[in-house]
């Protein structure tokens, strides 16, 4: 009988093994804010747009003394030099949104020691768009990313309406959260688009919110709705959102086959003076989710939620319906420490019918930045667990470690959203 190695050697020989795997399987990014390069300026990217993050602006107005309106009045050049000098140079940049801004630019080979800005930021204005695109697909290793679209943008809606060549990486997702928390205000302009809508939610009303989400849909030949909701969402409830949710979004997901993606938690507004930087979060009432799960077993829901304290019962929600799929760690839950905790969890309660993260970038390069860190704790969480399998006695092959991890980065989701 071959002695066995010892389970610290098998740890070792897995970790590799782990390692080898996440660095070379591609990631399907499934929630960015990016758009497709030809989407005029509406894609971000270049160091003055890392720097200028809300991310930063919310750490950097913690050492200004200047008020926001008078860092918002500033160009984005001016805004990037002075969270540079809050964040880089006055303060080391231990959080983790300054700490992607570093990865991304030694990823690039950049050396951020130089401590100069001028030249980083000349060193971005050399490359061509395309070229710059697809090294930093090529490095963060995304396949492709869904974007964030709303018919509700006046300058976005005015590029889909002129169309335009679809680059395929860049798959489109219908953001529809003016329709479900503003209907009064969204009813106006629905009708001023030609939707045949009143006020009140009648039969006729919801018809033609079918219409226009079906129209919208075929336009983006988006694959899954989305919307964002208050920690205060309750259903089912006498709202305006729960009418419209029964009687127009889930049906018209049914008739797409798609599921409906809910990121719940998210406070706007808590200080409206940050602008993007002064949204918070709340504990949701994951009620509302069993019963809507429960309630529409023919809809499949996407779901993530911003509070630290949502996730375990999220889990457990996971466990009764299968028409749910978790994930990410959205936003404030995107750090190292919860990205493990809640990945851990998540193997844990879930196996692998989860999607871990998705990167919500806004700006291009954070793609790289965003799974370079997630790879990382994906790596740690991984290894631990399938080195446990080891330890009982399950050798874990690295064609089956290679099907399970390409399932964690995204090929589980796009299953999901096939029905
Ligand atoms: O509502 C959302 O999709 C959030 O991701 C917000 O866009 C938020 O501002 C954000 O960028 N979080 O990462
Ligand atoms: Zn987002």
């Known amino acids: 009988m071959p002695t066995q190695p010892t389970s610290d050697f098998r ?3 897995i970790h590799g093994l782990i390692e080898r795997v996440l660095a ?3 990631v399907v990014d499934i ?3 990016l758009y497709d390069p030809l989407m005029d300026h509406l894609l971000l990217w270049g160091i003055d747009e890392l720097l200028v993050y809300h991310y930063l602006a919310a750490e950097a107005f913690r050492y200004l003394r200047e008020p926001p309106e008078k860092f918002f009045a500033l160009s984005r050049t001016e805004q990037a030099e002075l969270i540079w000098r809050e964040l880089f140079l006055a303060h080391s940049p231990v959080s983790e949104a300054c700490r992607g801004v570093l990865t991304i630019l030694h990823r690039f080979g950049l050396d951020a020691r130089e401590r100069d800005l001028p030249a980083l930021r000349q ?24 974007m964030t679209n709303s018919p509700f943008d006046d300058a976005e809606r005015a590029i889909w309406q ?4 679809r680059d395929e990486r860049f798959v489109s ?22 939707y045949n809508v009143g006020e009140g939610l009648s039969p006729q009303t919801l018809g033609e919110v079918r219409r226009f989400l079906a129209d919208w849909t075929r336009r983006l030949e988006a694959r899954y709705c989305m919307v964002s909701l208050p920690p205060e969402f309750v259903y089912p409830a006498a ?49 509302a989710l069993v019963n809507l799960c429960d309630g529409f077993p023919e809809n499949r829901f996407a779901v993530t939620v911003l509070s630290r304290e949502n996730q375990h019962e999220l889990c457990v929600v996971a466990r009764k319906f299968r028409n749910l799929h978790v994930f990410g760690c959205w936003w404030f839950t995107n750090t190292p420490s919860l990205v493990e905790e809640i990945t851990r969890m998540r193997l844990e309660l879930l196996g692998l019918s989860f999607t871990p993260q998705h990167s919500d ?59």
């Not at 395309?130 to 490095?139: D, I, K, Q, W």
């Open 11 to 13: 740890r070792t020989a």
């Open 24 to 26: 070379t399987t591609p």
């Open 31 to 33: 929630h960015t804010h």
């Open 123 to 146: 060193w971005f204005q050399e490359w061509p768009l395309e070229a710059h695109v697809h090294r930093v697909l090529e490095l963060a290793r995304v396949a492709r990313l869904y």
């Open 162 to 165: 002129r169309g335009f060549l």
């Open 173 to 194: 997702a219908l953001r529809i959260d003016p329709l479900l928390l503003d209907w009064p205000g969204t009813a106006l302009r629905l009708a001023e688009w030609g």
């Open 239 to 287: 709202t305006d959102t729960a009418r419209l949710l029964e009687g127009a979004v889930l049906p018209h997901c049914r008739d797409f086959n798609q599921p409906l993606a809910l990121m719940l938690g998210v406070r706007r507004h808590v200080n409206p003076r940050l602008r993007l930087a002064g949204d918070g979060v709340g504990r949701s009432d994951l009620c």
């Open 361 to 419: 970038a806004r700006v291009l390069e954070q793609l790289i930045y965003k799974f370079d860190h997630t790879r990382r704790v994906l790596v740690k969480v991984l290894a631990e667990k399938y080195g446990d399998l080891a330890v009982a006695g399950w050798e874990p092959t690295e064609a089956e470690i290679r099907r399970d991890v390409t399932a964690l980065l995204g090929g589980a989701f796009e299953q999901f959203c096939q029905g």
